[in-house]
């Protein structure tokens, strides 16, 4: 199941999270994570660095062991 992208800030926001420049979702996007392609679009697109990429998920291979291979936390 993918939450759609108003549920998500929703979810941010109660958390304190308030201040970032995009939200980018699998379901969204041409692009997935399995890939590793969705992490280099959105890395390439905003011209940022790794380490500045906060990436959060809840699959284990597409959210935590894909992002590793890539060197993403």
């Excluded at 979810?11 to 280099?40: D, M, P, R, V, W």
């Amino acid at each position: 199941m993918y939450l759609d992208e108003k549920t998500i800030i929703k979810i941010l926001e109660s958390n304190g999270y308030s201040t970032y420049k995009k939200i980018y979702l699998s379901s969204k996007y041409n692009a997935t994570k399995s890939k590793g392609n969705l992490f280099e679009y959105l890395l390439k697109e905003n011209n940022i660095s790794k380490k500045e990429l906060i990436h959060i998920g809840d699959n284990a291979n597409g959210d935590f062991l894909k992002p590793r291979t890539k060197k993403i936390d």
